[in-house]
């Protein structure tokens, strides 16, 4: 089975340092790899979908990193913004699963102003 | 633009009664995934459809059931309700197999 692993469970950056997220799993041969954004009490805000071919992708502020060799995927969020206080997960879909993500148990962040 | 809706947005039961959570989506997807996400616990998959008529289930389908009699809809059935599904249950769709999931914006059920 598919294991996801967020670490750190929670973060705190003061405002304009970067953030670095990470998300690690044990099954390399993934389809591809989802991160989303979880406001308290709100529902997943999707952030980046990366395939397992590609190496990495990019959105504004947000580039996540993935080597599927290793087993990991990085997310950088570029001079953090109060607002991007969030809990923010990574999900994992291996090839065979019809179409199922396994979810990582997310980081908790707080950009302190 | 409505995406992913789910109701109710809030539910409070009592044990033993039944429930029926709704997932619609506009956006043609066709498959469906029914999560619940508790603290600790993270998101776990309840059940899922990958067509219209199709379900399947997931890693904790127990005490729940599931119909997707037409292909925007995907509903989630509590029989009969018991305080440990007190959770907050999550409705996503995917256009395909590899596509990106789009959420709902959840139900939060308590069970007492």
């Known amino acids: 089975k598919q294991e996801v692993t967020q670490i750190p469970a929670a973060l705190s950056v003061p405002e304009g340092e970067n953030l670095v997220l990470n998300c690690s799993f044990t099954?390399?041969?993934?389809?591809?790899l989802q991160w989303f954004r979880q406001d308290p009490g709100k529902g997943l805000t999707s952030l980046l979908l990366?395939?397992?071919?590609?190496r990495e992708q990019t959105s504004g502020r947000l580039n996540a990193s993935l080597d599927k060799s290793s087993g990991r995927s990085t997310l950088y969020i570029a001079a953090s913004q109060p607002g991007d206080s969030a809990t923010y997960l990574c999900?994992?879909?291996?090839?065979?699963?019809?179409?199922?993500?396994?979810f990582g148990a997310g980081t908790q962040v707080v950009v302190t102003p | 633009n409505a995406g992913v809706t789910q109701t109710p947005k809030f539910r409070v039961l009592k044990t033993g009664q039944s429930m029926t959570l709704l997932c619609a989506q506009d956006?043609?997807?066709?498959?469906m995934y029914w999560y619940r996400q508790d603290p600790g616990m993270g998101l776990r998959l309840i059940h899922y459809?990958?067509?219209?008529?199709?379900?399947a289930k997931g890693e904790v389908p127990d005490g729940y059931n599931v119909s997707r009699l037409k292909k925007q809809n995907f509903l989630l059935g509590l029989e009969s309700a018991a305080p440990s599904q007190t959770s907050v249950y999550f409705c996503?769709?995917?256009?395909?197999?590899?596509?990106?999931?789009?959420f709902g914006s959840g139900t939060r059920l308590t069970v007492v």
């Open positions: 996503a769709s995917s256009y395909k197999r590899g596509g990106g999931y789009t």
């Open positions: 099954d390399s041969a993934i389809y591809n």
């Open positions: 990366i395939q397992s071919s590609q």
């Open positions: 999900a994992v879909r291996k090839a065979d699963s019809w179409g199922k993500f396994q």
């Open positions: 956006m043609n997807h066709e498959y």
């Open positions: 459809s990958v067509g219209e008529g199709t379900t």
